[in-house]
């Protein structure tokens, strides 16, 4: 599966972005997806991933109640919607997919084989 991700920009604390993780070549439904990103000079790290089936959604404790994960399987296209941005928020946004990624490794970067190409978003204070 070929990922594109999309919809980051620049925006000040406090507004909303929705980022776009468009697949293509096979069907995004029979993933498990998820947003990683990486500050400048810092690992990248988990955000939020959303399982097949039932949907089942998990999150960092830093965006929990103010990110959300959400699949359209008919536009083949995962969201984040970012709520109540913050500075701390900025990095380059990066989502993944892979068929075979279990819960003990679904927060992991080696649970993901497929990865698109990043969106920067910065957040001004």
């Known amino acids: 599966v070929q990922l594109q991700a999309s919809g980051g920009g620049l925006v000040q604390a406090g507004d909303s972005l929705r980022l776009s993780c468009a697949a293509s070549g096979r069907t995004i439904g029979s993933y498990v997806v998820a947003w990683f990103r990486q500050a400048p000079g810092k690992e990248r790290d988990f955000v939020a991933a959303i399982r097949r089936n039932q949907g089942t959604t998990h999150y960092a404790d830093s965006v929990k109640g103010r990110f959300t994960i959400s699949r359209d399987n008919a536009k083949n296209t995962v969201y984040l919607q970012m709520n109540s941005l913050k500075p701390e928020d900025t990095a380059v946004y990066y989502c993944?997919?892979?068929?075979?990624?279990?819960?003990?490794?679904?927060?992991?970067?080696?649970?993901?084989?497929?990865w698109g190409q990043g969106t920067q978003v910065t957040v001004s204070s």
């Open positions: 993944a997919a892979d068929m075979h990624t279990i819960l003990s490794n679904i927060r992991d970067i080696r649970g993901y084989d497929n």
